[in-house]
């Protein structure tokens, strides 16, 4: 019904710059809540940062500063833009949304994930 496409991950230096992107497609009405979270080898999976439908934010405190979270909502896309990057950054990063379908049902849909790699 719905999916969640990201891209974006790469292998980058320390102090580098990611961009990442998550497309939503399927049978949306609206999109509320956005997000992105991070799962490290040997590590729960961790909230990097959501936004809402009114653009309101919030970050880990890890990454308050050099991540910023942005949405599209004309294209139903959620972007990461990852500054200063860190060793410690590295994780498959995971797209997730709170979607409002067509018939008005209500589903958290997750992405199939995208790795980053940060070497020092």
């Known amino acids: 019904q719905v999916q969640l496409v990201e891209s974006g991950g790469d292998l980058v230096q320390a102090g580098g710059s990611l961009r990442l992107s998550c497309a939503a497609s399927g049978t949306i009405f609206s999109i509320n809540d956005m997000g992105w979270y991070r799962q490290a080898p040997g590590k729960e999976r961790e909230l990097v940062a959501r936004i809402s439908s009114s653009t309101s934010t919030n970050y880990a405190g890890s990454v308050k500063g050099r991540f910023a979270i942005s949405r599209d909502n004309a294209k139903n896309t959620v972007y990461l833009q990852m500054n200063s990057l860190k060793p410690e950054d590295t994780a498959v990063y995971y797209c997730?949304?709170?979607?409002?379908?067509?018939?008005?049902?209500?589903?958290?849909?997750w992405g199939q994930g995208t790795r980053v790699t940060v070497s020092s």
């Open positions: 997730n949304a709170e979607v409002r379908l067509t018939t008005g049902r209500y589903l958290e849909v």
